[in-house]
């Protein structure tokens, strides 16, 4: 599967400049309030508006390019990115400038193809134009065209497969807890409004990995038994559970704590089976709301995802960081106004992994990413 290699971001945000940084498997990003850590995390919310033809309406509502740019135009003309698919056989680079009625536009959008990059389009456009490229290599493949070479689709990058998933909301008007279409199942949201829906997709045709999300929810919570579904309205359906001991009792999403709920998303997201799991995962602040032992729990979600697919977390967790690697973690400061980022090393640290953890390591403020 498509992973990113190595990144590209300046002109961004609180980002001023991040040249060429690698990326592994599992990267968790660690740092103090304002640091930088959700912008990192937004400009792949960015990339997402931009495949989705939804870019001059996001820049409106962050408040237009000043908002964006790092200083604002007067001191960044432009914000840069390039991404990197593997050893730099694949890369997808943008330039984005300002205008004078408060837009970006694409100065540069463009790919590079074994060492050689060439622009999408000759033109400054207001909306990408890989959507469209895209469309086109889809057609290709299915008649068949180019034999004997690669199609067109295997030399584009997969920005459409980068997704951002937030499961914040649990309030009594989140998307997760309503009535869905049942057949709204082919991907899990980024909101998991489609929650219901996909796990009784798993229960019917992914019956090992349905059975491994509702293992993982009674560890967390071991009053839970299994979900409800009904046959009385096959168009629709919403998340409905059982409590242990109690087969005739069936509750609705709203009786859950926040926690339990953002438990069986994150689950559910961790454990799907691996075709139908995007190729590059970002989750921002994951642990919000959960116990101590269930934090302990995801992060073996996300160590045995990161061996199936490309992981990108930020958190505030000192439990979830005493789980981790070295090599995992990414040390987020702020320093002349910038954010600045930092992978640790086992070799860094040396003796002090022998008698703390990394968690402990961090309130210690041994390794950065706490305020100054």
Known sequence: MPAISKLTIAGYKSIRELREFELRDLNV???????????????????????????????AKQGGPDALLHYGRK????????????????????????????????????????????????????????PKLRMKAAVERERGLLPGFAYLDDLLPPIDRIRVYHFHDTSDTAKVKQVCATNDNLRLKSDASNLAPFLRLLREQHEDHYRAIVESIRLVAPFFDDFVYREDNPANIELEWLEQGDPDTPFKAHVLSDGTLRFICLATLLLQPVELMPPIILLDEPELGLHPFAINVLADL???AAEQTQLIVATQSVPLLSCLEPEDVIVVDRKDNASTFRRLSEAELG???GDYSLGELWEMNVLGGRPA
């Open 29 to 59: 990003l660690i740092g103090a309030n304002g640091s930088g850590k959700s912008n990192f995390i937004g400009f792949f919310r960015m990339l997402a508006e931009m495949y989705g033809q939804r870019l001059q309406r996001y820049v």
């Open 75 to 130: 001191g960044t003309p432009f914000v840069q990115a390039e991404l990197d698919f593997g050893d730099e056989v694949l890369r997808y680079v943008i330039e984005l400038e300002p205008t004078t009625d408060n837009r970006l536009i694409f100065s540069f959008e463009g790919n590079c193809t074994n060492g050689t990059t060439a622009p999408m389009t000759t033109a400054p456009h207001h909306e990408s134009v890989l």
């Open 351 to 353: 003796t002090w992994l």
């Open 302 to 304: 996300l160590k045995l």
